[in-house]
């Protein structure tokens, strides 16, 4: 910052209109707007093709078994056999390993079967569940519970599941099971644990969104409503289910241009933070974004052109009479790209190509800058261009948010082995994290830090949180909380931010504060499980707290 030239400037200026450049200058550089990439780990040892924080700030991934050795060894020497495997019959790599964000090491986990292209969520006890994946993994549900002493490692439940589940999606339900929706060839869903007969429930939407030769509607991106319906979206058309009776009630306006959004025409969606919590009807929108134009994976796939990629978003308020979608254009094309909810209530798109489609070998031109969306911004000021990071994160690559407010950024093998070399974009082992600029220091003195945090909250009960911020609080203050979601292949399942019902804030001390919200009364609103919390400044979070939700 302190530059030859400056004594010439000064020259040139009064220094009253120096000091005031200076400042101007200086806010610039420092105010990093752009948000900061580090590189947090050379070598996780996998591929982060799926990934999903818990309560204990561990992050586990995992990318599919039968793809060749991983750069990991499985623990304690062991190695798998399996005479079906496609490349491997006796591999001794890890495809799973957990991520403790507070040491930043990885430890291999041990999965017997082929977890490729699966899905998963949270139980309501903190566990992962994971279901499905292909050839003999197809059909298996892997269990997953937290440990802090490194012990813990995967069960595999055979025959977990109705039906073959490869690129489902999974959702969380209010009672705590999960709904597992679609994946190829499967038009219709489940649920775990399995119901008794009929387990399988049809879902014609499915038919009715899949692309001859593209598919086009494989990984639906579903979201809970607020009246206990599934809004799934696949394709370009949108459905309200009720999943308990198997009936569609209601049917959503085709997005604007009827491009594709979902894979291998893959974009992402979000279910944008949810407020008012105890309305009669609590309005939830949903962000689309991204995706490729009709046709184009067959064209990458085939003929080796790799059309571009769209660059619009479209947004849809689930609850309204006659729910129409508004378009709105990004700062670029995006196909595969993560969209992260941050606790601050604005939307990080992250990862991917401009264009091309999913699948391997078929994505090109990377983009490197992630887009900050601020949800409740007039239309044409919502993004604003991040800092590229310098890697490639192609298809198979991840993001998902960490407690401390960062968004942690994996993966990326767009081809079908752990090739380092002679491939366009190699298998990425490399772990990177992106700081949002609510991060920097110069926030510092705004930044809430909660203390003596609360561990277990009820269904409308008013959460009282202490906290301390040391320079000037702007009531009320914000608290959110996040139920933690699952990644992959761009779209992060059960992702859903609560704006929660201020009730007061009130100064304690010198730098103390309480505030008091209301958890909801739904749970529809707020499935049961582990979530986290923060207090939000002058869009300036705290480091987030866990607390469950039961
Ligand atoms: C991982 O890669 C490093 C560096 O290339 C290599 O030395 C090591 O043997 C590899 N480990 C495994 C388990 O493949
Ligand atoms: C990638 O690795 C696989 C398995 O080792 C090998 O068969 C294939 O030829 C490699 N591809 C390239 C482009 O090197």
């Not at 105890?278 to 052109?305: D, H, M």
């Not at 399942?493 to 009130?506: E, G, K």
């Amino acid at each position: 910052m302190a530059s030859q030239a400056k004594p010439q400037i000064l020259s040139d200026l009064s220094c009253l209109r120096y000091l005031a450049l200076f400042l101007l200058l200086s806010f610039h550089v420092a105010s990093g707007a752009g948000g900061t990439w580090n590189l947090l780990l050379q070598n996780v040892g996998i591929s982060s093709m799926h990934s999903q924080l818990l309560y204990n700030d561990r992050v586990i991934m995992f990318d599919r078994t039968n793809f060749g050795p991983s750069n990991i060894s499985l623990p304690d020497g062991a190695c798998r056999d399996n005479p079906n495997d496609l490349v491997s019959k006796r591999d001794c790599t890890a495809h799973s390993v957990e991520y403790d964000v507070a040491s930043n090491t990885v430890r291999p986990l041990t999965v017997q079967t082929n977890t490729w292209c699966s899905s998963g969520g949270l139980t309501p006890d903190g566990t992962l569940l994971q279901t499905g994946g292909d050839r003999d993994g197809e059909r298996i549900a892997r269990l997953y519970s937290p440990c802090d002493d490194n012990s813990c490692d995967w069960t595999e439940v055979d025959n977990g599941l109705a039906a073959r589940r490869w690129y489902a999606t999974n959702h969380v339900l209010p009672d705590g099971r999960q709904i597992v929706i679609g994946g190829r060839n499967q038009f219709n869903y489940e649920f775990f644990p399995k119901t008794n007969a009929p387990n399988l429930y049809s879902l014609p939407f499915l038919v009715q969104t899949y692309d001859k030769g593209d598919e086009n509607n494989l990984y639906p991106f579903v979201f809970l409503n607020s009246d206990g319906n599934l809004f799934i979206f696949a394709n370009n058309k949108a459905i309200l289910l009720d999943y308990s009776k198997n009936t569609v009630v209601k049917t959503y306006p085709e997005i604007p241009g009827g491009d594709p959004r979902s894979y291998p025409s893959t974009g992402s969606a979000v279910l944008l933070p949810v407020k008012n919590l105890e309305a009669k009807i609590v309005e939830l929108e949903v962000l689309v974004c991204g995706g490729a134009p009709k046709g184009s994976f067959n064209k990458a796939y085939r003929e080796k052109t790799y059309v571009k990629a769209l660059d619009t978003c479209a947004r849809i308020k689930l609850n309204e009479a006659k729910p129409q979608w508004l378009v709105e254009k990004m700062p670029r094309a995006r196909v595969m790209g993560d969209m992260t909810l941050l606790p601050d209530g604005h939307v990080l798109l992250i990862n991917g190509a401009s264009s091309g489609t999913a699948g391997w070998e078929c994505g090109r031109e990377p983009v490197l800058h992630p887009d900050l969306y601020h949800p409740d911004k007039p239309v044409g000021s919502r993004f604003v261009p991040q800092n590229p990071s310098a890697i490639p994160r192609m298809y198979h690559s991840t993001a998902g948010l960490l407690r401390d407010g960062r968004v942690l950024v994996g993966g990326s093998n767009p081809h079908a082995y752990y090739n380092f070399t002679g491939v366009l974009f190699p298998t990425e082992l490399r772990l990177e994290s992106f700081s949002p600029s609510y991060l920097d220091a110069q926030f510092s003195d705004l930044r809430p830090s909660i203390v003596i945090p609360p561990n277990t909250v009820n269904y409308g009960q008013t959460m009282r949180l202490w906290f301390r911020v040391t320079g000037k609080v702007k009531s009320p203050v914000k608290v959110t909380m996040m139920f933690p979601s699952f990644a992959t292949h761009s779209f992060s399942m059960n992702q859903r931010l609560l704006v929660l019902d201020h009730v007061s804030t009130r100064r304690m001390g010198i730098w103390n504060y309480e505030v008091r919200v209301m958890i909801p009364t739904s749970v529809n609103i707020a499935p049961p499980g582990y979530y986290m919390v923060f207090v939000v400044n002058q869009d300036i979070p705290s480091e987030g707290i866990w607390v469950r939700l039961q």
